[in-house]
């Protein structure tokens, strides 16, 4: 197909089915999370502070309407067709900001030159995102709708249904840089449980046994005006699997929706910003076998500002906080009940590895610290 060169925006039902699988996604969503991440605590003197927020989230997104040509040297050109989205995530308690995100989803037609081709029942689809700490990324991969099976639970030897990715586990890894593959976790692992070959012990700020205090800085500890402590339980799941396995969160709203009578379907939304990941076979194993997932057509990248990366080159201390990998999936789900309306919901688990020394351990190189991002947001508008 060639290319567009007079861009007017056709009617909206036009506009919606050129957005194949993203078509849902227009509209304004409203909900909750939890977000985990291991950040650097050069000023507290610690290997690192693991910080934990219940949230309140907000996802706005928007049809851009008109085509947006893509003209190609090596074959004929291509229309993208695309919405752009901004992310608000803010603290529960305090409703302090957390995070902004615009960004931008798009659909990728196949194309001659790359040879692309969709996915036997999906699309091709492409997430850009830019982060005010000093990071952008693209992430591709894939939508593809499902039905039947509840998503999120576990489907055969998938952990998450409908997921490309085996684990969204918060037990560190070690640290690589892109292209390298890296080697995550099995979900269920714990940092308090892991046995390592080296002489690095558990980093208790994942261990809530252990309380929190200076030489375990950990939430809601040394937070201005201070944090409420964490809860026992969220929707039913103890705070250490939580803290664990944050994903847990949404399979416990599904659930709770299957329990009451709703069944479910919708799309699947997979990313990465690179083409493969490693998984371990085994739980608290993290030097074990494992498993190379390479999901359809994922690939992509990342940049960091120099202060992330500790400068250019990198100077001799490391990076600060250098973003080396995300995946993630979004579930669009449609709920039906025999006796309730119906309810539109977007469930996401993200995954990002941060790479940065251990504080009180430099010799022992650079660590990735996993960043997870979890919410369930119903559509209030759309």
């Known amino acids: 197909m060639s290319e567009s060169t007079v861009r007017f925006s056709p009617d909206n039902s036009n506009v919606l089915s050129c957005l194949g699988g993203l078509q849902e996604l227009a509209g304004s969503w409203r909900g909750h999370g939890f977000n985990l991440i291991s950040r650097p605590d050069y000023s507290g003197h610690a290997n690192l502070y693991l910080q934990l927020n219940q949230t309140e989230e907000t996802y706005d997104v928007t049809p851009i309407g008109s085509p947006v040509p893509n003209r190609a040297c090596g074959g004929d050109g291509v229309d993208l067709h695309g919405l752009t989205y901004l992310h608000k995530v803010s603290d529960k308690d305090t409703h302090s900001a957390l995070q902004i995100e615009p960004g931008m989803w798009m659909i990728q037609p196949p194309a001659e030159y790359p040879p692309l081709r969709n996915p036997s029942n999906g699309q091709i689809v492409y997430r850009m995102s830019s982060i005010p700490h000093g990071n ?28 490309d990715f085996l684990s969204f586990n918060s037990t560190p890894i070690t640290g690589v840089t ?25 980093f208790q700020q994942f261990d809530l046994s252990v309380p929190e205090g200076p030489e375990n800085p950990r939430t809601p500890y040394d937070t201005h005006p201070a944090e409420p402590p964490l809860p026992d339980h969220i929707l039913g799941v103890p705070m250490q699997d939580v803290v664990n396995d944050p994903i847990r969160l949404l399979q416990a709203d599904i659930h709770d929706k299957v329990e009451a009578g709703y069944s479910i379907d919708g799309v699947a939304i997979n990313v990465m910003t690179q083409a493969k990941v490693g998984f371990r076979k085994h739980r608290n194993d993290p030097y074990g076998p494992h498993v190379t997932v390479e999901p359809q057509l994922a690939e992509g990248g990342l940049t960091n500002s120099p202060f992330l990366l500790g400068g250019v080159p990198t100077g001799d201390k490391g990076p600060n906080a ?3 990998l995300v995946y993630a999936t979004m579930w669009v789900e449609r709920l039906t009940h025999p006796d309730q309306p119906t309810i539109m919901q977007i469930q996401y688990a993200q995954m990002c590895v941060l790479n940065f020394r251990i504080l009180l351990m430099p010799d022992q190189g650079i660590v990735g610290w996993p960043h997870i ?10």
């Open 136 to 163: 952008t990324l693209i992430a591709q991969g894939t939508v593809v709708p499902f039905s039947g099976v509840p998503p999120v639970l576990p489907i055969g030897d998938q952990p998450y249904g409908y997921s």
């Open 373 to 382: 991002s979890v919410a369930t947001l119903r559509k209030t508008f759309g």
């Open 322 to 324: 250098q973003t080396t």
């Open 178 to 202: 892109p292209p390298e593959e890296a080697i995550m976790n099995a979900a269920g692992s714990s940092e308090a449980g892991t046995s390592r070959t080296d002489h690095l012990k558990p």
